[in-house]
């Protein structure tokens, strides 16, 4: 049974920052891509980042580039996503997500799906 687990949400204030972390099991990680996806109160799921099997690929959404970096450490079976420079506009759940093959900005790409972390950032 594949599941996905987020920890280090939490709230912070405007300019802060926090790393988030989403450690799979019960699938083959290094061989897998994996995506950051948030969803706000009232809004739809959009992409953040994703990066592909062995770290070389990373891409980010325009709103956040500059400011998150995501990145994986296969022997740890751990992706993260460092968020620096956090904005109100940050707040909302977190979702970790894997896929086999490529990776992609397309939340319907990808087969697993975490729990969500809860990130909030106060003005």
């Known amino acids: 049974q594949v599941q996905l687990v987020e920890s280090g949400g939490g709230l912070v204030q405007a300019g802060g920052a926090l790393r988030l972390s989403c450690a799979p099991s019960g699938l083959t990680f290094s061989s897998a891509a994996m995506g950051w996806f948030r969803q706000a109160p009232g809004k739809e799921r959009e992409f953040v980042s994703t990066i592909n099997w062995n770290g070389g690929i990373t891409y980010y959404a325009d709103s956040v580039k500059g400011r998150f970096t995501i990145s994986r450490d296969n022997a740890k079976n751990t992706v993260y996503l460092q968020m620096n420079s956090l904005k109100p506009e940050d707040t909302a759940v977190y979702y970790c997500?894997?896929?086999?093959?490529?990776?992609?900005?397309?939340?319907?790409?990808?087969?697993?799906w975490g729990q969500g972390t809860q990130v909030t950032v106060s003005s």
């Open positions: 997500a894997s896929k086999v093959g490529p990776h992609s900005v397309y939340a319907t790409d990808y087969k697993y």
